[in-house]
Antibody, heavy 121, light 111 residues
């Protein structure tokens, strides 16, 4: 069974750094991309970026580029989302998702349960 | 384009059919057959219900169907049931540097 298990809720102050994780199991880690999706309180889904675990190639939405870093540890099947300097506006639920991509398909077929990040002074 | 355009809300009575539209451009919805639809119940993670415009993943009810015409994709829910009350998001690959984009989301209410 494919599983994406995300790390627990975090509370940080503005200006602090943070890294959250997404541990995968049940499939070969390098066969699918991992994407991160933000959902601010009461709002819709926003695609943040993706990583190809095969070569760690990343794409970011312009809205998030330079503010977050997506990475993986291929040896243990974990993806990470990192902030160097948090802002109050980063308060949201963050989902990781496994993305199936091939010549005929591109979609997020499995999702983690989300990590709530609260940034408040 | 920051987000695909969906109606904010759609409602219907049990047993009825409803359709949710998702409008983009020829750089995303109209240019590629990589439109997906996700269902999200309150407090839960999204779940894919339609991939690649028309494909229904294993385990998803056949009451859900997808289509596309030009720059607009559509999700139809037939035989509406109480359990279908949720938020629905479309998404698409885009040729812009963004790579992937979600719709604004539609709240479905079963009357």
């Amino acid at each position: 069974e494919v599983q994406l298990v995300q790390s627990g809720a975090e509370v940080r102050k503005p200006g602090e750094s943070l890294r959250i994780s997404c541990k995968t199991s049940g499939y070969s880690f390098t066969t699918h991309w991992i994407s991160w999706v933000r959902q601010m309180p009461g709002k819709g889904l926003e695609w943040m970026g993706r990583i190809d675990p095969t070569d760690s190639y990343t794409n970011y939405s312009p809205s998030f580029e330079g503010h977050v870093t997506i990475s993986t540890d291929k040896s243990i099947g974990i993806a990470y989302l990192r902030w160097g300097t948090l802002k109050a506006s980063d308060t949201a639920i963050y989902y990781c998702a496994r993305v199936r991509r091939d010549i005929s398909s591109l979609h997020a077929d499995n999702w983690g349960r989300g990590t709530l990040v609260t940034v408040s002074s | 384009q920051s987000a695909l355009t969906q109606p904010a809300s759609v409602s219907g009575s049990p047993g009825q059919s409803i359709t949710i539209s998702c409008t983009g451009t020829n750089s995303d919805v109209g240019g590629f057959n990589f439109v997906s639809w996700y269902q999200q119940h309150p407090g839960k993670a999204p779940k894919v219900i339609i991939s690649d415009v028309t494909n229904r993943p294993s385990g998803v009810s056949n009451r859900f169907s997808g289509s596309k015409s030009g720059n607009t994709a559509s999700l139809t829910i037939s035989g509406l049931q109480a359990e279908d009350e949720a938020d629905y998001y479309c998404s698409s690959y885009t040729s812009s540097s963004t790579l992937y984009i979600f719709g604004t989301g539609t709240k479905v209410t079963v009357l």
